[in-house]
Nanobody
Framework: QVQLEESGGGLVQPGGSLRLSCTASGVAFSTYAMGWFRQVPGKDRDYVSGISSTGGSTYYAASVKGRFTISRDNAKNAVYLQMNALNAEDTAVYYC??????????????????WGQGTQVTVSS
């Protein structure tokens, strides 16, 4: 079973940038599609971005498209989320997620089955 650990969250001013990282252990990372989700208290967890096992395909929610970039380094068992032009609506706990995906596609949100513990991102002046 893959284990995920996020890092890189914190407090940033509006318009600023953060880079989240997620490292995986315990499995063949290159067989997993990876995703980033976020959740604010009282609301459902939202699918922010996803990337296929090879990195060749990506998905972005409309709210982050053009501002966030997902990438992965299979040699380092890591996936990243570069977040630019942050605003208050991006404030949330961000979760890394994984699922085995042998067809090299980006999974739908409900298909992810393994989760990290989350990292808080706060956008405030």
């Amino acid at each position: 079973q893959v284990q995920l650990e996020e890092s890189g969250g914190g407090l940033v001013q509006p318009g600023g940038s953060l880079r989240l990282s997620c490292t995986a252990s315990g499995v063949a990372f290159s067989t997993y599609a990876m995703g980033w989700f976020r959740q604010v208290p009282g609301k459902d967890r939202d699918y922010v971005s996803g990337i296929s096992s090879t990195g060749g395909s990506t998905y972005y929610a409309a709210s982050v498209k053009g501002r966030f970039t997902i990438s992965r380094d299979n040699a380092k068992n890591a996936v990243y989320l570069q977040m630019n032009a942050l605003n208050a609506e991006d404030t949330a706990v961000y979760y890394c997620a994984a699922t085995v995906e042998p067809k090299n596609r980006v999974p739908l949100g409900y298909e992810y089955g393994v989760w990290g513990q989350g990292t808080q991102v706060t956008v405030s002046s």
